[in-house]
Nanobody, 118 residues
Framework: QLQLVESGGGLVQAGGSLSLSCVAS????????MAWYRQAPGKQREFVAR???????GYADAVKGRFTISRDNAKKTLTLQMNSLKPEDTAVYYC????????????WGKGTLVTVSP
């Protein structure tokens, strides 16, 4: 089965930037939608950003204008560029494949932790 592996998380000060990557073990071109979700301590997992095979993107209001999602099917990679980070962005970030406009798909990575200090 296809596997997704996230990387790029870490500790950053508020106002800083991080770039997360999700590399797949096989082709991602068959997935119309790929997305990033996040789960903060004590909270439910929430949608962050999605990108379609046609490169249409969607963002949660909380990250709009600060985060940018992109995909490279040839490199089997999904990326999330995060700028102007805030402490409330602290969470484990998960890569997701195969979802719809409103729901995640069944394929998840194990996540990468992003911690934003004040």
């Amino acid at each position: 089965q296809l596997q997704l592996v996230e990387s790029g998380g870490g500790l950053v000060q508020a106002g800083g930037s991080l770039s997360l990557s999700c590399v797949a073990s096989g082709s991602i071109s068959r997935f119309n939608n790929m997305a990033w979700y996040r789960q903060a301590p004590g909270k439910q997992r929430e949608f962050v950003a999605r990108i379609s095979s046609g490169a249409y993107t969607g963002y949660a209001d909380a990250v709009k204008g600060r985060f940018t999602i992109s995909r490279d099917n040839a490199k089997k990679t999904l990326t999330l560029q995060m700028n102007s980070l805030k402490p409330e962005d602290t969470a484990v970030y998960y890569c997701n494949a195969g979802g719809t406009y409103t729901s995640p798909g069944g394929l998840w990575g194990k996540g990468t932790l992003v911690t934003v200090s004040p």
